[in-house]
Nanobody, 120 residues
Framework: QVQLVESGGGLVQPGGSLRLSCGASGLNISRVGMSWYRQAPGKERDMVATIARFSGNTDYKDYVKGRFTVSRDNAKNMIFLQMTSLKVEDTAVYYC?????????????WGQGTQVTVSS
């Protein structure tokens, strides 16, 4: 049973920062690529940041590149998303899962997500 639990969201003003955490159970994150996704009301869920297995190489959507940083802690079986210079358009529910923009490994195991609201 794969369980994914996101945390760390909240209300922040434009230009502020947040650090999101994702804990995984029933899944060894060291053996898969992991990604952060976000979904705003009325919009598709999009991958925003990915960290690859083995290499740890990262990739980001252009609209977050230079502002967001994804990392992992294999010992804790967690991934993180450090978000800086937040913009109003970053407002969304943020989720984690194994996979990339091309493949979601556990499509039936989405967590509840964590709400990020950027507002003045």
């Amino acid at each position: 049973q794969v369980q994914l639990v996101e945390s760390g969201g909240g209300l922040v003003q434009p230009g502020g920062s947040l650090r999101l955490s994702c804990g995984a159970s029933g899944l060894n994150i060291s053996r898969v690529g992991m990604s952060w996704y976000r979904q705003a009301p009325g919009k598709e869920r999009d991958m925003v940041a990915t960290i690859a297995r083995f290499s740890g190489n990262t990739d980001y959507k252009d609209y977050v590149k230079g502002r967001f940083t994804v990392s992992r802690d294999n010992a804790k079986n967690m991934i993180f998303l450090q978000m800086t210079s937040l913009k109003v358009e970053d407002t969304a529910v943020y989720y984690c899962n194994a996979g990339t923009a091309n493949l979601i490994v556990y499509p039936d195991s989405w967590g509840q997500g964590t709400q990020v609201t950027v507002s003045s």
